[in-house]
């Protein structure tokens, strides 16, 4: 459970206590009140709300408690349902706010714009992964913005920062402006890229115009940053401070140590030449503070 993994009391009302829920509602306060917490947080099962008799169990709560905060949380996945059962929640129970998960991957605006459309409560936090501490501040314009095709670069550079070292960002900046990209600043980099999440949650980030006109299109794995890292991790520290020593040999050694093929280490290679391309076209001034920001340059399909 989340509380136990944060370390938060909590207490557990078992399923056949609602049979009597005054009484379980009864012995829950006076475990909040002997223990002094304050805020009380109440989570309750998920429920259909067209079942009836859960949701009377909803009102009952309601009425009991006074809670100062109703809040749904709704699946951004199952798009109208999400919508129909929010509206359902607020006419029925009387709603404050809405939590709404699985918002990370592609962007899904349309339910978040329906649901306070029909509810006409806001949003306060979208859930983008499935750890307790994958979950943010709603932040509307941002949300527009994806759904205009201009991306969400203001959160990418927050997400960015949480997870940056400074000293280090600078130092790969220095390295950005003389050119000195290596393949172990490459390695740096992809560490630090699967950091910030899932390459599908950077790149739903990135506006749909310009150089990342054709992004959508890629079909990105995960996996492949792993495999990315491992082949450098196989490389000695000569070849990772020059690639030009790696020759035919060397590629073979290099995948069978890293557990690839000649072919994924021939793809990294090229990924790690578009990079330094990418570098001297974006010039010395920009390079350093665009890659500094997200992370990484650009990557293709392992089909390709």
Same mark, same amino acid.
């Given at each position: ?12 009302? #078992? ?57 749904? +949380? ?27 998960? #699985? ?10 714009? %329906?649901? +306070? ?50 000293? !280090? ?8 402006? !003389? ?15 699967? #950091? ?61 140590? %890293? ?38 340059? #650009? ?6």
């Amino acid at each position: 459970m989340i509380a136990s993994q944060l370390g938060l009391p909590f207490y557990e009302i #078992k399923p056949e206590k609602m049979k009597e829920p005054e009484r379980a509602l009864n012995e829950l306060l006076a475990f909040t009140q002997q223990g002094h917490f304050d805020p009380l947080i109440l989570d309750t099962a998920g429920r259909l709300h067209i079942d009836e008799d859960l949701m009377e169990e909803l009102r009952l709560l309601k009425v009991s408690l006074k809670p100062d905060e109703v809040i749904f +949380v709704g699946d951004a996945m199952t798009g109208q349902d999400a919508v129909r059962s929010a509206q359902a929640f607020e006419e029925k129970i009387g709603l404050t706010s809405v939590i709404l998960t #699985k918002m990370d991957g592609d962007a899904r605006g349309g339910a978040a714009l %329906s649901i +306070v459309s029909v509810t006409g409560k806001p949003i306060i936090f979208i859930g983008v992964g499935e750890k307790y501490d994958q979950l943010e501040l709603f932040h509307p314009d941002r949300l527009a913005s994806r759904i205009l095709g201009m991306g969400d670069v203001l959160s990418l550079i927050e997400r960015a920062e949480r997870e940056a070292d400074l000293k !280090e960002a600078e130092e790969m900046a220095r390295r950005l402006r !003389e050119e000195e990209f290596t393949l172990e600043d490459f390695r740096k980099q992809l560490v630090q890229l699967r #950091k910030m999440g899932s390459l599908s949650q950077l790149l739903a980030m990135l506006p749909s115009v310009g150089p990342f006109k054709n992004i959508s299109r890629l079909h990105l794995d995960d996996k492949q940053l792993i495999h990315f890292e491992a082949i450098i991790n196989s490389m000695t520290p000569e070849e990772r401070a020059d690639h030009t020593l790696i020759d035919g040999r060397r590629r073979r050694r290099i995948a069978q140590g %890293s557990g690839t093929s000649v072919q994924e280490v021939n793809q990294l290679l090229r990924q790690y030449m578009e990079m330094r391309r990418l570098i001297r076209q974006m010039g010395k001034a920009g390079a350093a503070s665009k890659l500094r920001s997200l992370g990484l340059g #650009k990557f293709t399909s392992r089909n390709q």
